[in-house]
């Protein structure tokens, strides 16, 4: 079975603490994105992770990939109100019935508190 | 440049009644898909198309129809609403399939009373 889990799926952090997302996959891939959903929003692109290793990096964001343990992260850095928000990992896997299809995680729930 | 864009953005609608969403998108994409949003889940793939005329399958397609007759617009189709398909709609879009950044229009907001 195909299945993506995000875990924390609710955190509240203070503003300038650091703190990581964790996305586990169930089988093998090696395509993985994030997503950033703002309430009542649509989903904005934030990475693209291609590679065994990947690592990609925007403002206090950082992503990174490691297939062998199926696992990848989202780092936030000195956190600031601006970053609350849902964000989603999806991944890619290579199906027999057609290789377009993303499996979403259910989410982490992000509010940043002053 | 408007991207993805979706049209209703909100509908509610009766049991068994009947409604098509409508996604367009301007950027000259190939691929497009519908996913919908349940609270506490992710985004579940209805269907999707590989490029003009084509339509296939994703995770949850029964009660659902689509089609892609131009490149631009692919629509999906409720024949006979149920409480169940109350969600949140939302079309994507992307060149290329595997590995290529998905834009996602606004969202439509169904709710099948």
């Known amino acids: 079975e195909l299945k993506v889990e995000q875990n924390p799926l609710f955190l509240s952090m203070q503003e300038g603490k650091n703190y990581t997302i964790y996305c586990n996959y169930s089988?093998?891939?090696?395509?993985l994105y994030w997503y950033r959903q703002d309430p009542g929003k649509s989903l904005e692109s934030l990475f693209v992770?291609?590679?065994?290793?990947a690592v990609k990096q925007e403002g206090r964001l950082m992503a990174s990939l490691d297939t062998k343990a199926r696992l990848s992260t989202l780092h936030i850095t000195a956190a600031v109100h601006d970053l609350s928000a849902t964000y989603f990992c999806a991944v890619d896997f290579n199906t027999n019935f057609g290789n377009e299809k993303l499996t979403f995680g259910t989410g982490t729930r992000l509010t940043i508190i002053p | 440049n408007a991207g993805v864009t979706q049209t209703p953005k909100f509908r509610v609608l009766k049991t068994g009644q009947s409604m098509t969403l409508l996604c367009a998108q301007d950027?000259?994409?190939?691929?497009m898909y519908w996913y919908r949003q349940d609270p506490g889940m992710g985004l579940r793939l209805i269907h999707y198309?590989?490029?003009?005329?084509?339509?296939a399958k994703g995770e949850v397609p029964d009660g659902y129809n689509v089609s892609r007759l131009k490149k631009q617009n692919f629509l999906l189709g409720l024949e006979s609403a149920a409480p169940s398909q109350t969600s949140v709609y939302f079309c994507?879009?992307?060149?290329?399939?595997?590995?290529?950044?998905?834009?996602f229009g606004p969202g439509t907001r169904l709710t099948v009373l």
């Open positions: 950027m000259n994409h190939e691929y």
């Open positions: 089988t093998t891939s090696d395509r």
């Open positions: 198309s590989v490029g003009e005329g084509t339509t």
């Open positions: 994507a879009s992307s060149r290329l399939g595997r590995g290529d950044t998905q834009y």
């Open positions: 992770l291609l590679s065994n290793g």
